[in-house]
């Protein structure tokens, strides 16, 4: 379970966050859509620990993380993608996913300078399970390549595939159809589904309407940093503010 | 870029250090072997500042002074209070490591130029504490009398017994350095180093894995430290100042950041190309200089990125042969059979 309290964000004068509250029960997918700028990825670094908020906090299966370093919420079962990817580069795609099962790994210096059989044998099925990962997503015939060979679609998959690689609690997507051609929209849509079918509780920024229509239990909307609607796909589809926002066009003719 | 470690690479490790064991048989006169020596002890030096630098993305104007405090500390222990060189070694891995560990812990916070510049002035510290503390070090005189390594009462003090000490050293230390980057702990520096918010957000301590490649390498440094001590009988302040530093983090570059073999070209030529330049005189910094402008304009991944841009042209070369059929023929000339 996710939550955040009173949440606000400022960057020198600018609010980019304001007393935001949210709430992503057990096993739900909750999006968070807005126009641009409206502080959906300040909220996702916030909540993931990448940048620290003003004021409020953050919530992990009920404890506050909110001062915690980024690399102890991954420990306690967050995971996340990032808009403008975050992959490394110089390593396979294999080696990338296996980097996201860093928090499951123990091997620690001395067994890794002296080689030693716990750390080869840890090694060898973790690779293994990366591999079976990367089939799951369709990526296995890409497994040994560089991540500087695959296109940006397939590097938002790979990301998907390192964050599933932790065995996540809670996994946050920012924006994981951007980029990617409309056929392949829907198949992203198809993997969240199945990420969730297996209990994995999903936060999601994402501008394809489609796709948040059709995953998401609950919607959060935001507007310069404020909660403008929240609720059910079918109400936060037919709120007035919501309309407004998106410069009354409607949701559905919002995204092509 | 990282070059990939693979078992091919702990293979060719083997190959070559089979060959250069034959060295002392090959070599014309001693001169050769000490160049080889030497060689080693750069090697050791460079590669593993190329894990600080390539593989882990930090920079350090200080592996000078590690290198340093590893060679006075087992020299010290030795030369003043009679020490087996032996014992020293692991006193002064140890030492060194709790050095660079209150180094690294409030400097790693920083990025970049600012790091390059915290290292340095703790250069500055260390070369100052070489001179100043006379008792121990001989001042800017320097440390006379630092005995050899012995192994069952024979002194391995003869050019060819020490050449052989320092390639299996230097050997072992290669191979556990192999082994780190080919670990989860590996995998996580190399992450840091390309996308630290991505590392963080997988699970890595950043800071902790900065401060532990810091102490790591550094402790290598000593070991090539004590073997330099060990070897030359004595060691001067000035073979630890930040000259020495920088030339290595220029030959951390100039080799190939992040590539392996580059540590092997960069150590190659910091041994040989001063030997060869000699007889210029006071042109050789120039020379030095502009060749390695040059070098890095013409190949910014440094002569390791130039060997592995060669190999990829010799295996298209052989591929284009008239031995091979290029494969898009092949296939043109199925589809018109059937």
Redesign the interface.
Known sequence: MIAVRGLSVRFGGLAALSDIDLVVPPGTVKAVIGPNGAGKTTLFNVI???QAPSAGSVLLDGENVTAR???ER??RGL??T?QNL???????VL?NV???M??K?????F?????LPS?RR??AAARERARALLGRVGLAGKADLPVSALSFGDLKIVEIA??LA?EPKVLLLDEPTAGLPAAEAGRMADVIRAINAEGVTVLLVEHNMRVVMSVSHDILVLNFGRRIAEGEPAAVRAHPEVIAAYLGTGLDAAHA | MHAQISATTYRALGILWVLLAALPWIAPNNYWLNLGTLWLTNLLLIASLNLLMGYSGQISLAHGAFYGIGAYVSGVLGAKYGVSPWIGLPVALVATGVVAFAVGWPTLRLRGHYLAMATLGFNAIASVLFVELRDWTGGPNGLVNIPPYTLFGVKLDSDRSFYFLALIAVGIALVLLLNLLDSRTGRALRALSTAEVGAQCMGVDVHRYKILVFVVSAMFAALAGCLYAHHNAFVSPESFDFMVSTMLVVMVALGGTGHWWGAFLGALIYTVLPEVLRSFGDLELLIFGVSLILVLLFFPRGMGGALDLLCAKIAGLRSRGPGAKPPSADARGAGADS
């Open positions: 993931s620990g990448v370093p980024a690399h991954a420990r995971a996340r990032f975050q992959v490394f580069s110089g390593m396979s080696e296996v980097v996201g860093h928090v790994l123990h091997a620690g210096v067994t890794s300078l002296l080689r750390g840890e090694e390192r964050a932790s």
